[in-house]
Structure formats: C-alpha cells, structure tokens
C-alpha cells in the first residue's frame, strides 16, 4: 500500500478518474434534460457531487483499481471495473433513498450515469493499454505489413489458447522479429474465424498451399497425441521449412506460455508422454527436512533425481558418486541452482563397504535412492563378473548398512531387463530386486523397488548414440528392423520414482506404464527426419544384429506376477516374494565368490540356480 502512494502514476489515474466521476454525474443529467438543466435540478446535482465522488471513489479503491498495471490492462481488470461500478452505483441509490427518498432526483439520471461511469473508467485503462501495445509494435490493422520488414512470417498450427496467448506475446514482443500471418485449425468450426485480426486459413493439412506467405512454422498445441503430432510434423516438413513447437505446460514455471521459450520439435514430442501428475503432500511429506542420500548421483537419473528432490526442501541432500567428473558437473550445477540447499557430495564406490560405512555415519540418511548400477548390457555380457560386484554386492552393501542405520527408505532404481532376463545385467538387477525386497523385516523401515524401461536421452540410450551418428552423415545402425524398446523421459521417470517412494508400505515393486512399445527403426527415422533428413535417401539406416543378451522386446511383468493398479495412473504394484534375509545372503555371498575365478560359465549358471527365469545365451 506504501508503494502505491510512492507511485506518480496512481495520483495521475486517480485524479482522472476524479474527473471522469464528476463528469459522468454532470453528463447524466445533461442528457436527462436536453443540456438543459433546470436550476432546482442544478442545485440537486451541486448538493449531492460530494457524495458521489466520495462513494464513488472510496468504492473504486477498496474494489483494487488503482493496483494494477495499467499497461497490461486484461479481462480481469476490466470485470473489477465492472463490479466496483455497480456496487458504488447501488450504494449510491440506496442513500439517495433513504436520505431523499428519491425527491428532486430524477430516477433516470442513476442509471445514465451507470453507463457513462463504465464507459469512462473502463475506457481509460483500454486506452493506456492500446497507447503501450501501440508503442510496442501491434499492428491493429494485420493486412497491412511493409514490404521492407525485416521480421519473419510466421504460421501458427493450432488456433487455440496456447495459439492465442502466443500471438498476443509476439505482437506485444516486438524485438521477436515475428509476424503471424495465419493460423492453421483442424476444427471446422474455426474456419475463417480470426483471433486479434488473425485468419484460420484452413486445415493443417492444407500446409503447403500457404507456402508463399510464411517463412517459419510454430506448432502451438502443447497436449496431443503421438499420432497426430506425427502428422503436423509430416505436414510441417513437407514444406521444407524451418518448425518449432511450444513446451507442454509442466516445462514452464506456472504454467506460463512464454515465446522466449520456443524449441525445436524433439523426439519427446513424438512419443507423446503426457505430463506426470504428482501427488506433491505425500511426497513433501518423506522428502521435506529429512536428509535424502542419492546413489549414482552423477547419472542421468541420479542428478535428475537431485533436481525433482530439491523441490521439496530437504533438510540435506547427499550426491554419493564413483567418477569425479560426473560428480563434480552436478556438484557445480547444484550450487548454481540451489544454493540455498546443504548438498553434500561424496566420492566414494558402493563396492567398498568401509567408505559406504563412512558416508553413512557422516550424513545419516533417512532416505536413501539407489540408482548407481552398470547396465550397459552388452558391456555387461563381456564383463560378467563386474555386473555382480556393482549391481549385486554394491547393492548389498547398501542394503546392510542401511537396515543398521535404520534408514526409514530406501528405492531402488530397478529396470525392466530384470524381467525374464535373456542377459547378466537384467540377471544381476533381479537378483538386487530380491535383496530389497528380503530386507524389509521391520515395521519402522520401507524398502521398495521401482521398475521401468529405457530412459530417453540417458547415457548409453540408443538415442544419442543415433544422434551422433547423424551428426556424422550415417550410417544409423540399428539391431534389427522389429526390435522393440519402451521409453520414457528423464524428468518423467524421476517424478515417477519419487511418487512410487510416496506410495511405498515395504517390500512393493513399482512398475511404472510405459505405454506402448517403439519401433527402434521408427526412432531412427523419426530422428533423422527431426535433423532435416530423408531416411535411406539422406542418411542410410543398416541393420547390424542383436548384440551379446539383447532381445526383440522387453516386459515390465511376468506372467503370474499379481499386478494391481494404484491410485496414481501410471503406476501398478506387485507384491514381492517373501524370503529370508539370511538365505539370501548367503546366495549372493557365493555368488560374489564365483564372480571372483572370473569364469563367464561358472558364473551364469550360478545366477541361472538364483534367478532360475534367466536364460542366458552361451
């Protein structure tokens, strides 16, 4: 309210506002009587002008007109307007009767002066925001743009809200250097409808016989279906045109459409995953002021982890991490953007129990995420040994020290080549599984498991291994033409892990829904597309078989798993086996053991009598 006093521009609106009060109330009765006001009359209006501006304008400023930003002037605005308006209006006429009972007031002159009163002071706050968008660039008049104009052409795919806002942003935006010039609807309804003077010129798939008047493309529909931003995207690049697309609504903060940022069309698009919806209470509620500890902080899961859990205010988070440029890149990126949080970093390996132990007594964790594991399989397949010394006793070192510790949770990262694995790394992390699930033993400690398929954009992801090659001129290699992979996005599967954490009462495996299988061949091609390329033309694709313990598909679940839905949509749950936490460790013990003569057999036939699912390929 200080600061609204301090403010030039108040007392200038303010004392217009006066004026425009007193000349509505005059006008009302000039217009009453022909600007012929008898002096009896005169004398009414004279006697009751201190009433009406008072009322008037004490009504005004407890209705918040003068709070605003004049030069953004909306809807809003202009319905408080509206509201304080009537309410001083009614005021007004209630003390009139009660203290004249109407006599020598004609009753016509209120309502007069009802509509000039709208009208002047909603006319005032329309006119300083045309005088400020008018300055800023708008053209009121679309039709009408200089042949010399620098800016670009631009068409905008979607004639909605997203559209809307966006075309207000541009124009009220000049140094964009954009012009729309039309849009382009599906829904007929839209046809020739304009929206601030801008035309739906036609269907989208009527794109290129506007080639002439547009020099980019702008994709404004956030939410829609894979397939039909696939055919936006065909039509869009078969103009040969540059396109973009505008970020889904949970990309910006408070949901805000901002022009700034504008992005090219990337693969996330095309796979249509919709935005995670999180239930933030449950989730506050085991993350806030409690000391989280992050295993493989320096991966693409662990520091995405890092960025989910930080919204919910730890009291302090720990990055455990075995290479020193991994940690040191989110340590710094953790600094940058949340400084105002105690982050501890750790370098230290989860095979070495002593520097686990040391961590674990320094930071005292409450929860802890396990996402630090190999799982590049072929390299796995090669090195046998070193997925069950990571993935297995790494796994059991946690898992030890943590039911010491009594540590309240405790997620394991898990995937889906733990299901019916054909490989060691989806043999090692079954087995990891099992541990988890075994250690939950007491009330006070829940230990769960949390399982989903390929991450998109992750290292060792087939995504920027084809991006790479692209950059290169091709080939694309790809396994085999009906190879199949689920997918998700880095933020979606964090968010994820972090609501099945929520959910967890101990000993749950979580499987999040993945959707429907891709094509890696489509990927590939939609990739090279996305890059300004034509598959087999441009860029050639080539097939070079499966690699050691790859399959065509992967699976979430087993047959006979009893897999029970959540009240979270993307997520299902299925109830782990029960066991003996003494039986199994002394099966992994062997198993460590055996990894140790570094016998590839020796070694996959011990996991095949754990995992006895797991058919290895010799």
């Given at each position: 309210?200080?600061?609204?006093?301090r403010?030039r521009?108040?007392?200038v609106?303010?004392?217009?506002?006066?004026?425009?009060?007193?000349?509505s109330?005059?006008?009302?009765f000039?217009?009453?009587?022909?600007?012929?006001?008898p002096d009896?009359?005169?004398?009414?209006m004279?006697?009751?002008?201190?009433l009406?501006?008072?009322f008037?304008?004490?009504?005004?400023?407890?209705?918040?007109?003068y709070?605003?930003?004049?030069?953004?002037?909306?809807?809003?605005d202009?319905?408080?307007?509206?509201?304080?308006?009537v309410i001083?209006?009614?005021?007004?006429?209630?003390?009139?009767?009660?203290?004249?009972?109407?006599e020598g007031?004609?009753?016509?002159?209120?309502?007069?002066?009802?509509?000039?009163?709208?009208?002047?002071?909603?006319?005032?706050?329309?006119?300083?925001?045309?005088?400020?968008?008018?300055?800023?660039?708008?053209?009121?008049?679309?039709?009408l743009?200089?042949?010399?104009?620098?800016?670009?052409?631009l068409?905008?795919?979607?004639?909605?809200?997203?559209g809307?806002?966006?075309?207000?942003?541009?124009?009220?935006?000049?140094?964009?250097?954009?012009?729309?010039?039309?849009?382009?609807d599906?829904?007929?309804?839209?046809?020739?409808?304009?929206i601030?003077?801008?035309?739906?010129?036609?269907?989208?798939?009527?794109?290129?016989?506007?080639?002439?008047?547009?020099?980019?493309?702008?994709?404004?529909?956030?939410?829609?279906?894979?397939?039909?931003?696939?055919?936006?995207?065909?039509?869009?690049e078969?103009?040969?045109?540059?396109?973009?697309?505008?970020?889904?609504?949970?990309e910006?903060?408070?949901?805000?459409?901002?022009v700034?940022?504008?992005r090219?069309?990337?693969?996330?698009?095309?796979?249509?995953?919709?935005?995670?919806?999180?239930?933030?209470?449950?989730?506050?509620?085991?993350?806030h002021?409690?000391r989280?500890?992050i295993?493989?902080a320096?991966?693409?899961?662990?520091?995405?982890?890092?960025?989910?859990?930080?919204?919910?205010?730890?009291?302090?988070?720990?990055?455990l991490e075995?290479?020193e440029l991994?940690?040191?890149?989110?340590?710094?990126?953790?600094?940058?953007?949340f400084?105002?949080?105690?982050?501890?970093?750790?370098?230290?390996?989860?095979r070495?129990?002593?520097?686990?132990?040391?961590v674990?007594?320094?930071f005292?964790?409450?929860?802890v995420f396990?996402a630090?594991?190999?799982k590049?399989?072929?390299?796995?397949?090669?090195?046998?040994?070193?997925?069950?010394?990571?993935?297995?006793?790494?796994?059991?070192?946690?898992?030890n020290?943590?039911?010491?510790?009594?540590?309240?949770?405790?997620?394991?990262?898990s995937?889906?080549?733990?299901v019916?694995?054909?490989n060691?790394?989806?043999?090692?992390?079954?087995?990891a599984?099992?541990?988890?699930?075994?250690?939950?033993?007491?009330?006070q400690?829940r230990?769960?498991?949390?399982?989903?398929?390929?991450?998109?954009g992750?290292s060792?992801?087939?995504i920027?291994?084809?991006?790479d090659?692209?950059?290169?001129?091709?080939?694309?290699?790809?396994?085999?033409?009906?190879?199949?992979r689920f997918?998700?996005?880095i933020?979606?599967?964090?968010?994820l892990i972090?609501?099945?954490?929520?959910?967890?009462?101990?000993?749950?495996?979580?499987i999040?829904?993945?959707?429907?299988?891709?094509?890696?061949?489509?990927?590939?091609?939609?990739?090279?597309?996305?890059?300004?390329?034509?598959?087999?033309?441009?860029i050639?694709?080539?097939?070079?078989?499966?690699r050691?313990?790859?399959k065509?598909y992967?699976?979430?679940?087993t047959?006979?798993?009893?897999?029970?839905?959540?009240?979270?949509?993307?997520?299902?749950?299925?109830?782990?086996?029960?066991?003996?936490?003494?039986?199994?460790?002394?099966?992994?013990?062997?198993?460590?053991?055996?990894?140790k003569t570094?016998d590839?057999?020796?070694?996959k036939?011990t996991?095949?009598?754990?995992v006895?699912e797991?058919q290895?390929?010799w």
């Amino acid at each position: 309210m200080i600061h609204l006093f301090r403010s030039r521009n108040f007392y200038v609106v303010f004392l217009m506002d006066l004026l425009l009060v007193f000349f509505s109330w005059w006008l009302a009765f000039a217009v009453r009587f022909d600007l012929d006001i008898p002096d009896h009359y005169m004398a009414s209006m004279w006697r009751l002008l201190p009433l009406v501006i008072v009322f008037k304008m004490g009504i005004f400023f407890y209705c918040n007109l003068y709070q605003g930003m004049w030069r953004f002037t909306s809807l809003f605005d202009l319905v408080n307007v509206v509201k304080a308006v009537v309410i001083s209006s009614v005021f007004l006429v209630l003390l009139v009767v009660v203290v004249h009972r109407f006599e020598g007031y004609p009753r016509s002159v209120f309502i007069i002066d009802f509509g000039f009163c709208l009208i002047f002071i909603g006319g005032l706050r329309t006119s300083i925001r045309l005088y400020f968008t008018r300055n800023s660039g708008m053209n009121f008049f679309p039709t009408l743009h200089k042949t010399g104009s620098t800016s670009k052409r631009l068409l905008i795919i979607g004639a909605g809200s997203t559209g809307e806002k966006v075309l207000r942003e541009i124009r009220d935006n000049p140094n964009l250097k954009l012009r729309p010039v039309g849009f382009l609807d599906d829904t007929p309804q839209k046809q020739g409808k304009t929206i601030h003077g801008v035309e739906v010129l036609g269907l989208v798939n009527q794109i290129e016989s506007f080639g002439d008047i547009f020099d980019e493309i702008l994709i404004a529909i956030p939410k829609t279906s894979k397939e039909n931003m696939r055919r936006i995207v065909a039509n869009c690049e078969s103009t040969g045109k540059r396109f973009r697309t505008v970020p889904a609504i949970g990309e910006i903060i408070d949901g805000r459409i901002s022009v700034k940022a504008l992005r090219d069309v990337t693969l996330q698009d095309l796979m249509g995953r919709e935005e995670v919806r999180l239930n933030k209470t449950e989730i506050s509620r085991y993350i806030h002021e409690k000391r989280v500890l992050i295993t493989g902080a320096g991966g693409s899961i662990g520091s995405e982890l890092i960025r989910q859990v930080s919204r919910f205010h730890p009291k302090r988070l720990g990055l455990l991490e075995i290479n020193e440029l991994n940690l040191f890149r989110v340590e710094m990126e953790c600094q940058q953007r949340f400084g105002y949080m105690n982050v501890e970093s750790y370098l230290a390996d989860i095979r070495d129990e002593n520097a686990l132990m040391r961590v674990f007594n320094d930071f005292q964790p409450e929860v802890v995420f396990h996402a630090a594991a190999y799982k590049h399989v072929p390299m796995q397949e090669r090195h046998p040994w070193e997925a069950i010394v990571n993935n297995v006793q790494g796994t059991l070192n946690l898992v030890n020290i943590a039911r010491e510790k009594k540590i309240q949770r405790f997620v394991l990262v898990s995937t889906d080549k733990a299901v019916r694995p054909t490989n060691v790394m989806g043999a090692s992390k079954r087995i990891a599984e099992q541990l988890v699930l075994c250690a939950n033993d007491n009330d006070q400690r829940r230990f769960m498991v949390v399982r989903f398929g390929n991450v998109m954009g992750s290292s060792g992801s087939v995504i920027p291994i084809f991006q790479d090659q692209i950059a290169r001129g091709g080939p694309v290699t790809v396994t085999h033409p009906e190879v199949t992979r689920f997918f998700m996005s880095i933020p979606e599967a964090a968010q994820l892990i972090l609501e099945a954490g929520a959910m967890g009462e101990g000993g749950e495996i979580f499987i999040l829904d993945m959707g429907r299988a891709v094509r890696i061949l489509d990927l590939a091609q939609d990739l090279i597309r996305l890059h300004g390329y034509e598959p087999h033309r441009d860029i050639e694709i080539q097939y070079s078989g499966l690699r050691p313990g790859e399959k065509l598909y992967e699976e979430l679940i087993t047959e006979g798993e009893g897999i029970v839905k959540t009240q979270h949509e993307k997520i299902l749950v299925l109830r782990g086996q029960l066991c003996m936490m003494n039986q199994i460790h002394s099966k992994i013990e062997n198993l460590i053991c055996v990894a140790k003569t570094y016998d590839y057999q020796k070694i996959k036939l011990t996991l095949q009598e754990m995992v006895p699912e797991y058919q290895p390929e010799w």
